[in-house]
């Protein structure tokens, strides 16, 4: 693995690249304050989040990155819950060598909140403390099934076909419909599991949810995600009462549409005791 680092002009925002298992992945670093590290999720790049990106730089220092076949980093030979976590601690550990002064607060959304847990509850003492958006949910019952696969393939396939006016942004995803179902599918299992990670983290969690992730409407599928979703959290309070948990009337959508509010969120998180970093 190595890293090419540059100064980013005026501003104080710095840009490096980590090459990490055949992939090369952009990372930015700005702002000042508290270290924070945000790991987008499934189909969302840092161009995507820039307005939550933003807001945070006010108070605490940035690094965001894209994961493999996402943005502004290369394709991959293939995605896969293990290689997204391997980005996520390729980046954590290059950062840590270019000057984190400390474990950072790490924010995950959707698929990145899974990722920043499984990384927590594999590095004790590696983060100060986990914000979790809209993910890492140890939902009862996995999202899918075989009854609603033919909707899901379809809902995916034309995300693939709306991507295509996106090649070469910064907001591409180069991942196929057959790739994020089977991505999806592995990260139900992934779920079903969940629990047993969260009783090894060793920092403060919080968690910022969506109150409709699926949507508000009162038929269709949507209904019966939806109350998964709350039960799976339910579920998580149940048995880690320390998580805290602040609700937005939203949907899955939520940092695109509640940026401020969710920077809000996490603007309120007390400092957790200081340690030196590992």
Not at 116 to 145: Q, R, Y
Request: with cysteine.
């Amino acid at each position: 693995m190595t890293t090419n680092i540059h100064a980013a002009g005026r501003d104080d925002r710095r840009h490096f690249t980590v090459h990490h298992d055949g992939v090369t992945i952009p990372v930015s670093r700005g702002g000042r304050g508290r270290p924070l590290v945000l790991c987008p999720g499934l189909s969302s790049t840092q161009a995507d989040l820039h307005e939550l990106i933003e807001l945070l730089r006010r108070d605490h220092d940035v690094v965001t990155f894209d994961l493999r076949g996402h943005g502004l980093s290369s394709a991959a030979g293939r995605y896969s819950f293990e290689a997204f976590l391997g980005d996520l601690a390729a980046v954590l550990a290059e950062t840590r060598r270019h000057g984190l002064p400390s474990p950072p607060v790490l924010v995950g959304y959707s698929l990145g909140a899974d990722l920043a847990v499984h990384h927590a509850s594999e590095h004790p003492g590696a983060v100060a403390e986990l914000v979790l958006i809209d993910g890492a949910n140890p939902v009862p019952e996995p999202f899918v099934t075989e009854a609603d696969l033919a909707e899901f393939r379809a809902m995916w396939e034309d995300l693939a076909a709306a991507q295509e006016a996106l090649r070469g942004t910064a907001r591409q995803v180069s991942l196929t419909a057959h790739d994020i179902l089977d991505l999806n599918v592995e990260i139900d299992a992934v779920r079903s599991a969940i629990l047993d990670r969260y009783r090894k983290i060793d920092c403060p969690i919080s968690m910022i949810m969506s109150t409709s992730m699926a949507g508000d409407d009162d038929e269709g599928p949507a209904p019966r995600f939806n109350r998964n979703w709350r039960a799976g959290v339910e579920r998580l309070v149940r048995e880690q009462p320390r998580v805290s948990t602040s609700w937005l009337d939203a949907d899955h959508r939520l940092v695109f549409t509640h940026a401020p509010q969710i920077a809000r969120i996490i603007r309120r998180l007390p400092a957790p005791a200081r340690r030196p970093a590992p």
